[in-house]
């Protein structure tokens, strides 16, 4: 008889000995997903910024390049009246055949070449602006698009840190 009680007690003591130690391991459980659960919650929020800034960046790179093109549409216009002007000087030259134009022969050659000179000014600073936004608008889409790149690649979490202390 005290053979089983002794038999009784020491599976008791087991059985709450195992008890404890899953209560242990379940409450530990529990706890770690709570830690994961928050973090996700983190990363999910930290998504939505991003994507919110991704939109603004958009936004922003739209209105430039807008801005951009208005500025290049007036260029062009400068340059199409720059040609109109040298095309009414030289019809304006052609046009006029009488003895004080054969006078002035050197001064009329003079203006015309002027005029070749500021449209030629006209079409290399056109050029020049349009490759400045082509380049503008490059530069700015490859650092936007650097920086959302880099901010994806940031935003890439683990959820087991790891041993550089990197979250990516």
Request: charged share 40%; aromatic share 2%.
């Amino acid at each position: 008889a005290e053979l089983r009680d002794q038999v009784e007690r020491v599976r008791k003591d087991m059985a709450k000995q195992h008890q404890e130690e899953r209560d242990l391991l379940i409450k530990t459980h529990t706890e770690e997903l709570e830690v994961f659960k928050s973090k996700i919650s983190l990363m999910e929020d930290d998504l939505e910024a991003r994507r919110q800034e991704a939109e603004e960046l958009e936004q922003a790179v739209e209105e430039l390049e807008s801005e951009k093109l208005s500025d290049m549409k007036s260029l062009q216009g400068q340059l199409t009246k720059a040609q109109a002007d040298k095309a009414a000087l030289e019809a304006e030259w052609e046009g006029k055949m009488g003895e004080r134009e054969r006078r002035h022969e050197l001064e009329m050659n003079q203006l015309v070449q002027q005029q070749r000179v500021k449209l030629l000014q006209v079409e290399q600073n056109f050029e020049l602006e349009q490759n400045s936004l082509r380049s503008f608008v490059l530069t700015t889409a490859t650092s936007m698009l650097s920086q959302v790149k880099a901010k994806k690649k940031g935003g890439v979490y683990s959820l087991t840190p790891d041993d550089s202390g990197d979250d990516s």
